[in-house]
């Protein structure tokens, strides 16, 4: 069965510093990958989607980076964290029809 | 471009019907609904892809009108359980296929 692993579940960290969030998918080739944020009691908004290794395509200019080094492997970075990029960060993944989310990271910047 | 979700929230009594609406101003391909509790991810409920089609499992089922560029989420005969966040999620003809965009999010309760 399918699977999708996102971590760490949660994260406060200064601001300034880095980040790396982590997201794999199991039992699944080739799906399209996404990263999502979500303000505290707001929608879903879409940061990055993936269709193949190396392949990202943006949707919101900001200081956030994503990359997919391996087909099951979906990565969000920072090289400085602002206190506007707090939120709870989903990644998700489709084959065909709708998605499956992680758990999630509930990211605080301080 | 985001679609547009109404109500923004609901407070239902057990037993009691639900309709939450999303509307697009721009052509679907598909339509996604999801359900949040609080502190969790999203879950996936049904997509609909056709114009005109239907979809439902136990009392929650969602139709699609691609003419009029809008999904309804119906919830019958409501249970405590369903109390949470409802989004919908549609994907533009225009966008490639590939991406979807969320609508804001109807906040729904149900007391007993």
């Known amino acids: 069965s399918q699977t999708i692993h996102q971590w760490p579940a949660t994260l406060v960290q200064p601001v300034g510093s880095p980040l790396s969030l982590e997201c794999t998918v199991e039992?699944?080739?080739?799906?399209?990958l996404y990263w999502y944020r979500q303000a505290a009691g707001r929608g879903l908004q879409l940061l990055f989607y993936?269709?193949?290794?190396?392949?990202i395509s943006s949707e919101v200019p900001q200081n956030l980076s994503a990359s997919r080094p391996q087909d099951r492997q979906f990565i969000l970075s920072s090289k400085k964290l602002l206190l506007s990029d707090s939120g709870f960060y989903l990644c998700?993944?489709?084959?065909?029809?709708?998605?499956?989310f992680g758990s999630g990271t509930r990211l605080t910047v301080v | 471009q985001q679609p547009v979700q109404s109500p923004q929230a609901v407070i239902l009594r057990e037993g009691e019907d639900a309709v939450i609406n999303c509307s697009s101003s721009?052509?679907?391909?598909?339509v996604h609904w999801y359900r949040q509790k609080h502190g969790e991810a999203p879950v996936f409920l049904m997509i609909?892809?056709?114009?005109?089609e239907q979809k439902g499992h136990d009392k929650i089922s969602a139709s699609f009108n691609e003419k009029k560029q809008q999904s309804s989420l119906y919830l019958t005969a409501s249970q405590l359980s369903y109390s949470g966040t409802y989004f919908c999620?549609?994907?533009?003809?225009?966008?490639?296929?590939?991406?979807?965009?969320f609508g804001a999010g109807t906040r729904l309760f149900v007391k007993a």
């Open positions: 993936s269709v193949g290794i190396g392949q």
């Open positions: 721009k052509a679907l391909y598909s």
């Open positions: 039992g699944t080739s080739n799906p399209n």
């Open positions: 999620g549609t994907i533009n003809r225009s966008s490639g296929g590939f991406k979807t965009i």
């Open positions: 609909l892809l056709k114009g005109g």
């Open positions: 998700a993944w489709s084959v065909q029809g709708g998605y499956t």
